[in-house]
């Protein structure tokens, strides 16, 4: 499965992005679709994922009410919509895939990273 992760950007405090993560390959094999993020001396920290089939999503506490994460199974994308940034939103984000269906929230638990997009919000 490859991944890339296309959408970030230089916005200001309270705007909105929208990262894409299209996924190529052996797609029928990821469970679960996930977004992470590493912030510049943080390690790197589970944002949101999907399951890939249902559609089920689990979120941070830190973004949730303000990010939302969807999948568009016939384009093999998934979505990181996120509204009301804040410069503490400020990382490189991840997309990843995941061949089981547990543990959405643990790095262990993906097999596929794609390359990161930079997202940096000015105060």
């Known amino acids: 499965v490859q991944l890339q992760a296309s959408g970030g950007g230089l916005v200001q405090a309270g705007a909105s992005l929208r990262l894409f993560c299209a996924a190529s390959?052996?797609?029928?094999?990821?469970?679960?679709m996930g977004w992470f993020r590493q912030a510049p001396g943080k390690e790197r920290e589970f944002v949101a994922a999907?399951?890939?089939?249902?559609?089920?999503?689990y979120y941070a506490d830190s973004v949730k009410g303000r990010f939302t994460i969807s999948r568009d199974t016939a384009k093999n994308t998934v979505y990181l919509q996120m509204n009301s940034l804040k410069p503490e939103d400020t990382a490189v984000y991840y997309c990843a895939a995941s061949s089981v269906p547990y543990g959405v929230s643990l790095e262990a638990t993906y097999d596929y990273w794609g390359k990161g997009t930079q997202v940096t919000v000015s105060s």
């Open positions: 390959g052996r797609t029928l094999s990821s469970r679960i």
């Open positions: 999907i399951m890939w089939s249902g559609g089920s999503t």
